[in-house]
């Protein structure tokens, strides 16, 4: 099963290698977009014939949605995604699949791993304002979900690298003094000029510490792998 699958692009790899190894029986992407999950369902259903796919709509944080029943299990949680949780939310989250697992079954976590600070900085405040307008749209979700009044050309994107927790912030500052209202959960907000707020943070791993969280959670790290420029790590655990 894959957490956070999207449309499954990312698996096409771990897919191959296991139906070549005669060892997939059955995927079930895990994913909050259920259009994201019907395209998956829909590709790996027709490339890999009978092969089982269920997709399970859910935050992964919620519900898991691992399957009870069959032989060994690998769950895949690629990308960097784990990175976006705080360490508490990170460690909840270990925990709670490492208590759903099974002797036999493994967990394959893919980190982005510690860097180059000009380098993470120019990733998160793009040349192209994309990222910029990812951060953005988080205003845009806020009123329409909650009736808020935001202003997105009121704040601008920043990002920067915070070397005590290793991890990337991306935050809205304020252009001006204003007042923010949300009817839908009766709150009303003031920002002075300049002031920010956080709205993600994103992680960079070492690999110690990937396997020293495993750990606390109760896994063993039996591989590790990154790539040539050792810019991103994928490992892989078992239940210890």
């Given at each position: ?57 859910s ?31 990170r460690?909840?989250?270990?925990a ?103 709205t ?5 791993f ?35």
């Open positions: 099963m894959e957490l956070g699958a999207g449309a499954a692009d990312k698996t096409r790899l771990l897919l191959d290698a296991l139906a070549g190894a005669g060892t997939l029986a059955s995927f079930v992407p895990v994913d909050v977009s259920e259009t994201a999950l019907i395209e998956a369902a829909r590709r790996v259903g027709g490339e890999y014939p009978g092969i089982a796919v269920t997709a399970v709509v935050d992964f944080e919620e519900h898991l949605g691992l399957p009870g029943d069959g032989g060994p299990r690998l769950v895949a949680f690629l990308g960097g995604t784990i990175g976006n949780l705080l360490p508490g939310q460690a909840a989250f270990l709670s699949l490492r208590s759903r697992l099974r002797p036999g079954d493994a967990f394959l976590l893919g980190t982005d791993l510690v860097k180059d600070p000009a380098v993470l900085v120019a990733a998160y405040d793009d040349a192209a304002g994309v990222t910029a307008a990812f951060n953005k749209n988080i205003l845009a979700v806020l009123n329409a979900a909650l009736g808020a009044d935001f202003d997105p050309g009121a704040f601008e994107h920043v990002a920067l690298w915070d070397a005590g927790e290793e991890w990337i912030e991306m935050r809205l500052r304020s252009l001006e003094p204003q007042v923010v209202t949300l009817p839908a959960i009766d709150l009303r907000v003031t920002f002075g000029e300049g002031e920010e707020m956080r993600e943070v994103s992680a960079k070492r690999r110690e510490r990937v396997a020293a969280e495993l750990a606390a959670a109760g896994f063993t790290m039996t591989g590790w792998w990154t790539d040539e420029q050792r810019r991103f790590g994928l490992s892989l655990s078992v239940p210890g």
